[in-house]
T-cell receptor, first 113, second 110 residues
Framework: DTGVSQDPRHKITKRGQNVTFRCDPI?????LYWYRQTLGQGPEFLTY????????KSRLLSDRFSAERPKGSFSTLEIQRTEQGDSAMYLC???????????FGPGTRLTVT | KNEVEQSPQNLTAQEGEFITINCSYS?????LHWLQQHPGGGIVSLFM???GKKKHGRLIATINIQEKHSSLHITASHPRDSAVYIC????????????FGQGTRLTINP
């Protein structure tokens, strides 16, 4: 399978715990995007990388959120001290160029109890 | 007001009906995407367009840049078309990200 993959697919955690999600983009894609989708809403932009550089962050990305793409391949999104409001689907997408189609992963569904 | 508005939010129809989902946006864009999301979350890109009309099988997408409006049509709808359809635009400003509508939940009954 050469599509975008995300791990884990589901995560249940208790409030206050830290969680980390991983995204593996399509191998030759240099751009990687993170989005968050709450129930009944469309996705919202969180951040994006061009290769290993994080070029834009949404104001939705509070200080508890950090994303990395250390070697310009896979990316991780960490949420520290999770809150119930962090419960959402976290989607990753990749593209070969900023003006080309974005390919989405299956998402990681986070539930904070 | 959201930058991207879709209508209707929910649509239920009978198998075989012609379906139209509308998307209006308020910013200048370089491209508009129609996406399909099935239960479980996975998103599939259906169309990316910046002008005119595109067709793929039973799906047709149109865009009017002057009116800032796009439509997604499904001909001869089938229960397997049941999904959430999302319109997303790539703004001219900050063109690295997509801005999404809230989605239209389509249910096709047999």
């Amino acid at each position: 399978d050469t599509g975008v993959s995300q791990d884990p697919r589901h995560k249940i955690t208790k409030r206050g715990q830290n969680v980390t999600f991983r995204c593996d983009p399509i191998s030759e894609h240099n751009r990687l995007y993170w989005y968050r989708q709450t129930l009944g809403q469309g996705p919202e932009f969180l951040t994006y990388f061009q290769n290993e550089a994080q070029l834009e962050k949404s104001r939705l990305l509070s200080d508890r959120f950090s994303a990395e793409r250390p070697k310009g391949s896979f990316s991780t999104l960490e949420i520290q001290r999770t809150e119930q409001g962090d419960s959402a689907m976290y989607l990753c997408a990749s593209s070969l160029d900023s003006h080309l189609e974005q390919y989405f992963g299956p998402g990681t569904r986070l539930t904070v109890t | 007001k959201n930058e991207v508005e879709q209508s209707p939010q929910n649509l239920t129809a009978q198998e075989g009906e012609f379906i139209t989902i509308n998307c209006s946006y308020s910013v200048g864009i370089s491209a508009l995407h129609w996406l399909q999301q099935h239960p479980g979350g996975g998103i599939v890109s259906l169309f990316m367009l910046s002008s005119g009309k595109k067709k793929h099988g039973r799906l047709i997408a149109t865009i009017n840049i002057q009116e800032k409006h796009s439509s997604l049509h499904i001909t001869a709808s089938h229960p397997r078309d049941s999904a959430v359809y999302i319109c997303a635009v790539r703004p001219l400003q900050g063109a690295q990200k997509l801005v999404f509508g809230q989605g239209t939940r389509l249910t096709i009954n047999p």
